[in-house]
């Protein structure tokens, strides 16, 4: 909802000093990974860190049509859930035993088109455009705020019409809008303007 950034190094210190005997740590960069791999300074979060897994999903920054994304682990664990099929002489290791092709076609094709200089420009707009966000706010007297290498923008939540119109997703008494890469300077002016009515 926030848009927050997990410190994974202290979680680790935590457990370390819990003494946890087993542990196994996700990090759910479902949005924020394709977001902190083009950031500057950005927060780790990854194997170096001491994540056992990482994913991401396919139909947010990187813009895929169809659900998917990409889990990664440790070899270890991978071999948890492999099983060996016999007729096809294969070690399978997909959490659901079966695939679509068009899942990873989709992905692989969005990354040939943008290459990684592509979605450095664009997450590096999403950043621009979500502080944008907070300043225009701000300017008006909204008291709107965003984590660092955030592209999530909190503030108080607004009349239902405005929420209704621009489909912001509430809670309690904040809401947020997300600075994805078809949102434009011009649609937050639109947003604050309805905001300031
Ligand atoms: C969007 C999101 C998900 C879900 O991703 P899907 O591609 O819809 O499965 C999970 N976790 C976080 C943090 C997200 O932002």
Known sequence: MKGAIDDVC?????LGDLAATTSYLHADAALGGMVLSFADRPEPYGFDVG????????????????????ALTRREYALCVAHSIERVGVLDTTLTGSRKALT??????AFEQRELDGFRHVVNRCLETAEYAVTRLNDGGIPAWRNRSSVTVVFPRPSADV???WQLAPHGDIAHLIA??????????????????
């Open 104 to 109: 990873p076609l989709t992905m692989s094709y």
């Open 180 to 197: 994805m890469p078809h949102v434009t300077c011009e649609t937050i002016d639109a947003v604050v303007e309805d905001c300031l009515e």
């Open 51 to 70: 994540s056992d897994s990482v994913s991401i999903s396919d139909r947010k920054m990187i813009g895929s049509p169809l659900p998917g994304g990409v």
């Open 10 to 14: 202290r979680v680790r210190d935590i």
């Open 163 to 165: 929420v209704r119109k």
